[in-house]
């Protein structure tokens, strides 16, 4: 709700802010034609996704042997409304861009029904995700190409950015269990075509590379188990993927445009140097006041492989240029 509040003030006081200007106007001016030798935009988006993190990916990986046979039925809880910003600088003389957009989303409550076949029979049961996150910043710089009147490219790429977190299921935990700091580079490709009456299509792909480091902390408190890893330092992580944004632009003002858009981002996650060695016990009474260990220790010696982490969803946007 706060998020929708900044998002309708933001354009409230843009509209404000170029009324004048609109009153002036006549014609509106085609972007591209226009005389202005660079520009600043904002644009802020109010955007829908569906985040599928690895943790879901992976529950029937079968390269997994906690049980032979798995199988899990579609993800809920999965959904969270952000309003992501992407500011660019393009140099309409010299002809090149420069973009930089954050944005960050959290999933708590993701779940789903899961079922697990054994030697002693089959179980459904509903299967929770722990609390998790996932951050973007990317920054690009584009060689802008126009080989027709209304067609635009932009050629570039830059640096991404994406950070990962796991949070504990209680408190004891702290702030968090798993944490990934990743960067590296990536190549992107815009196109713009400019349609009759004030609306134009944009498409834009990235394909990027990310590596960095794990950082974890001990212990890790299960649902019905006490656990505790060695063999922890030097773990990485790896995203490889692309990203693909897809929208169609009405400029309502000579410096306003209004979106709608579609925006894909898959990438595969992969442990980088995993050789870790879990220790664990039985709980009984976890999360209150008199915890125990029950059982003996056990150990074992986990397997990662890769799997998706991705996130997809439409937007609805107002871009503001000055």
Same mark, same amino acid.
């Given at each position: 709700?706060?998020?929708?509040?900044?998002?309708?003030?933001?354009?409230?006081?843009?509209?404000?802010?170029?009324?004048?200007?609109?009153?002036?106007?006549?014609?509106?001016?085609?972007?591209?034609?226009?005389?202005?030798?660079?520009?600043?935009?904002?644009?802020?988006?109010?955007?829908?996704?569906?985040?599928?993190?690895?943790?879901?990916?992976?529950?029937?990986?079968?390269?997994?042997?906690?049980?032979?046979?798995?199988?899990?039925?579609?993800?809920?809880?999965?959904?969270?409304?952000?309003?992501?910003?992407?500011?660019?600088?393009?140099?309409?003389?010299?002809?090149?861009?420069?973009?930089?957009?954050?944005?960050?989303?959290?999933?708590?409550?993701?779940?789903?029904?899961?079922?697990?076949?054994?030697?002693?029979?089959?179980?459904?049961?509903?299967?929770?995700?722990?609390?998790?996150?996932?951050?973007?910043?990317?920054?690009?710089?584009?060689?802008?190409?126009?080989?027709?009147?209304?067609?635009?490219?932009?050629?570039?790429?830059?640096?991404?950015?994406?950070?990962?977190?796991?949070?504990?299921?209680?408190?004891?935990?702290?702030?968090?269990?798993?944490?990934?700091?990743?960067?590296?580079?990536?190549?992107?490709?815009?196109?713009?075509?400019?349609?009759?009456?004030?609306?134009?299509?944009?498409?834009?792909?990235?394909?990027?590379?990310?590596?960095?480091?794990?950082?974890?902390?001990?212990?890790?408190?299960?649902?019905?188990?006490?656990?505790? =890893?060695? #063999?922890?330092?030097?773990?990485?992580?790896? +995203?490889? %993927? *692309?990203? !693909?944004?897809? $929208?169609? =632009?009405? #400029?309502?003002?000579?410096?306003?445009?209004? +979106?709608? %858009? *579609?925006? !894909?981002?898959? $990438?595969?996650?992969?442990?980088?140097?995993?050789?870790?060695?879990?220790?664990?016990?039985?709980?009984?009474?976890?999360?209150?006041?008199?915890?125990?260990?029950?059982?003996?220790?056990?150990?074992?010696?986990?397997?990662?492989?890769?799997?998706?982490?991705?996130?997809?969803?439409?937007?609805?946007?107002?871009?503001?240029?000055?």
């Amino acid at each position: 709700m706060k998020q929708n509040l900044i998002y309708i003030f933001l354009v409230s006081v843009s509209s404000m802010v170029f009324a004048e200007g609109e009153g002036r106007e006549t014609e509106r001016p085609v972007p591209e034609g226009n005389s202005k030798k660079s520009e600043w935009s904002l644009l802020l988006k109010r955007q829908t996704y569906q985040y599928l993190p690895y943790e879901y990916s992976s529950l029937t990986d079968k390269n997994e042997s906690i049980v032979p046979t798995r199988s899990s039925s579609a993800l809920k809880e999965n959904g969270k409304v952000l309003i992501p910003f992407l500011f660019s600088y393009e140099n309409l003389e010299k002809g090149f861009k420069l973009e930089l957009s954050y944005f960050e989303i959290e999933i708590v409550n993701a779940n789903t029904l899961l079922y697990q076949q054994s030697a002693q029979g089959g179980n459904l049961s509903r299967f929770y995700l722990s609390p998790m996150a996932r951050s973007e910043f990317e920054l690009n710089l584009y060689k802008t190409f126009t080989p027709t009147k209304d067609l635009k490219l932009n050629l570039g790429g830059g640096v991404r950015n994406i950070n990962r977190y796991l949070y504990g299921n209680y408190l004891g935990q702290g702030t968090f269990k798993e944490y990934f700091f990743t960067y590296g580079p990536q190549v992107s490709v815009q196109s713009i075509y400019q349609l009759p009456y004030d609306f134009a299509i944009r498409l834009t792909m990235d394909v990027f590379y990310t590596q960095g480091t794990r950082f974890f902390k001990q212990p890790n408190l299960m649902e019905d188990r006490f656990q505790y =890893s060695l #063999s922890t330092a030097g773990t990485g992580g790896i +995203f490889r %993927g *692309y990203e !693909l944004d897809g $929208s169609l =632009s009405y #400029s309502f003002h000579p410096n306003m445009k209004f +979106f709608v %858009g *579609y925006n !894909l981002i898959v $990438s595969k996650f992969s442990y980088l140097n995993y050789n870790e060695i879990q220790l664990s016990r039985s709980t009984e009474n976890l999360g209150s006041q008199n915890p125990s260990l029950t059982g003996n220790w056990e150990w074992n010696l986990p397997k990662k492989s890769e799997n998706f982490d991705t996130l997809r969803g439409i937007y609805l946007g107002v871009m503001v240029s000055f």
